[in-house]
């Protein structure tokens, strides 16, 4: 369960990094998604964040309401590959990387899990004006690429996996590669989850949630099967929206699922412009450390 901090600190206003300041996108779409009849989830924890919050979100996302769903998607078939995970290994160990104000632990829960929260400082401190720690989950500073942190993550034994839900697109492909290595090499075997943006969608202009923001994308990715190249790492898994599940794609707004078609045909790119991948990961046969 989530446990609220004092009300008395969150009448302060919200000051973040321009990358840090991107968690309001999930954040926000998860609330809306919520007030939608048939929504792909329902998040009150989101909810009540976003009305306990100093944060201008309605001029941030004025006309938006309608794309909210988008970020949604991406965020429940991650819950949903979640989950296989840990029915399939009692005892999990999750770390959820650039967690921001997430509330992906509320959803997936065995009741069995260890789970940690990493990101980066003033991130962090936002998330605990809402969030404690519990004897099963533990919030921790770091970031993508950093391994001091991963020094935290207990116990060492046992499956484990990592998520890391829109961030990469913010670093180069050196941080990203080395952010790889580091976690193979802690922990070789585990796997990670995290999404890739192709480069014509990195170059794109057209991101109307990403307007009001000066966060840069960086990083594109056309083809994942790239990453098993940087070392011994595995390609499990990887899939579009132009893959989306029947059950999902039903419950997608009309207006929109009514265009799948449409894009499917004419606009095929941009069904694919965004890939959610599963890795198993492997140091170098090399690596003599």
Not at 18 to 27: D, F, G, Y
Not at 78 to 107: K, P, S
Not at 167 to 172: G, P, Q
Request: aromatic share 8%; proline share 6%.
């Amino acid at each position: 369960m989530v446990n609220l901090a004092s009300t008395s600190t969150l009448s302060e206003p919200v000051v973040l990094g321009e990358v840090s300041e991107t968690l309001m996108i999930p954040l926000w779409c998860r609330a809306i998604e919520s007030e939608r009849r048939r929504g792909l989830l329902h998040d009150p924890k989101a909810q009540a964040m976003v009305a306990a919050l100093d944060y201008d979100f309605d001029r941030r996302f004025a006309d938006l309401r309608r794309l909210a769903f988008r970020a949604c998607l991406r965020t429940v078939m991650i819950d949903r590959w979640v989950q296989r995970f840990i029915r399939a290994r009692r005892h999990a160990t999750v770390v959820e990387i650039g967690t921001g104000l997430n509330t992906r632990f509320e959803r997936v829960d065995d009741g069995a899990l260890r789970w940690f929260d990493v990101d980066l400082p003033d991130s962090m401190a936002l998330r605990r004006r809402f969030f404690t720690d519990t004897s099963r989950r533990t919030m921790i500073e770091g970031a993508f690429g950093d391994e001091d942190w991963l020094a935290r993550i207990e116990p060492a034994e046992g499956p484990k996996l990592f998520i890391v839900e829109a961030v990469l697109v913010y670093l180069d492909e050196a941080v990203v590669r080395r952010g790889f290595e580091q976690i193979a090499r802690a922990f070789p075997g585990s796997e990670i989850i995290f999404d890739t943006v192709t480069t014509r969608a990195v170059s794109s202009r057209n991101r109307p949630m990403m307007k009001s923001y000066q966060a840069p994308f960086v990083w594109g990715c056309d083809d994942p099967r790239v990453i098993e190249g940087w070392a011994q790492h595995r390609l499990r898994e990887t899939t579009t929206i132009d893959e989306l599940p029947r059950e999902l794609r039903r419950r997608v707004p009309l207006e929109h699922r009514l265009m799948l078609p449409y894009l499917r045909w004419r606009k095929p790119e941009l069904l694919r412009s965004h890939a959610l991948n599963r890795v198993e990961l492997h140091p170098p046969m090399t690596d003599d450390r």
